[in-house]
Protein backbone atom coordinates (compact mmCIF):
# COMPACT_ATOMS: atom_id res chain seq x y z
CA UNK A 1 0.00 0.00 0.00
CA UNK A 2 1.35 3.97 -1.07
CA UNK A 3 1.65 5.65 2.34
CA UNK A 4 0.53 9.03 2.33
CA UNK A 5 3.07 11.26 4.33
CA UNK A 6 2.23 15.06 4.85
CA UNK A 7 4.54 15.72 1.86
CA UNK A 8 2.31 13.26 -0.37
CA UNK A 9 -0.25 15.13 0.82
CA UNK A 10 0.60 18.84 0.31
CA UNK A 11 1.55 17.84 -3.41
CA UNK A 12 -1.65 16.28 -4.36
CA UNK A 13 -3.33 19.86 -2.39
CA UNK A 14 -1.73 21.89 -4.71
CA UNK A 15 -1.57 19.61 -7.68
CA UNK A 16 -5.45 19.83 -7.01
CA UNK A 17 -5.45 23.54 -7.12
CA UNK A 18 -4.05 24.14 -9.86
CA UNK A 19 -5.95 21.81 -12.11
CA UNK A 20 -8.54 24.05 -10.66
CA UNK A 21 -7.23 27.23 -10.85
CA UNK A 22 -6.71 26.40 -14.71
CA UNK A 23 -10.01 25.12 -15.33
CA UNK A 24 -11.06 28.68 -13.75
CA UNK A 25 -8.64 29.97 -16.22
CA UNK A 26 -10.05 28.32 -19.19
CA UNK A 27 -13.54 29.00 -18.27
CA UNK A 28 -12.95 32.96 -17.75
CA UNK A 29 -10.86 33.11 -20.83
CA UNK A 30 -13.75 31.29 -22.52
CA UNK A 31 -16.39 33.86 -20.75
CA UNK A 32 -14.42 36.94 -22.14
CA UNK A 33 -14.47 35.50 -25.38
CA UNK A 34 -17.93 35.27 -25.84
CA UNK A 35 -18.94 38.19 -24.50
CA UNK A 36 -16.34 40.30 -26.67
CA UNK A 37 -18.00 38.47 -30.13
CA UNK A 38 -21.20 39.12 -28.18
CA UNK A 39 -20.13 42.81 -27.60
CA UNK A 40 -18.59 42.82 -31.83
CA UNK A 41 -21.93 41.62 -33.12
CA UNK A 42 -24.20 43.54 -31.41
CA UNK A 43 -22.02 46.96 -32.21
CA UNK A 44 -21.67 45.55 -35.76
CA UNK A 45 -25.89 45.27 -35.45
CA UNK A 46 -26.26 48.68 -34.26
CA UNK A 47 -23.45 50.19 -36.98
CA UNK A 48 -25.99 48.79 -39.71
CA UNK A 49 -28.74 50.45 -38.09
CA UNK A 50 -27.35 54.15 -37.96
CA UNK A 51 -25.65 53.59 -41.82
CA UNK A 52 -29.15 52.27 -42.88
CA UNK A 53 -31.19 55.88 -41.19
CA UNK A 54 -28.01 57.99 -42.22
CA UNK A 55 -28.56 56.80 -46.15
CA UNK A 56 -32.30 56.88 -45.72
CA UNK A 57 -31.54 60.79 -44.37
CA UNK A 58 -29.49 61.66 -46.99
CA UNK A 59 -31.95 60.41 -49.92
CA UNK A 60 -34.74 62.46 -48.23
CA UNK A 61 -32.27 65.39 -48.16
CA UNK A 62 -31.50 64.75 -52.12
CA UNK A 63 -34.95 64.25 -52.90
CA UNK A 64 -37.41 66.64 -51.65
CA UNK A 65 -40.56 65.23 -53.55
CA UNK A 66 -39.82 61.98 -51.36
CA UNK A 67 -42.94 60.78 -49.14
CA UNK A 68 -40.18 61.48 -46.56
CA UNK A 69 -40.62 64.96 -46.98
CA UNK A 70 -44.62 65.63 -47.05
Not at 17 to 23: D, E, P, T
Not at 30 to 38: D, G, K, L, V
Request: charged share 15%.
Amino acid sequence: MISTGPVQVQQYALVSLAKRGSWLLLAAQHNFSTASAQHQHLMSARQRILLTHLRWYKNAERDPTSPENR
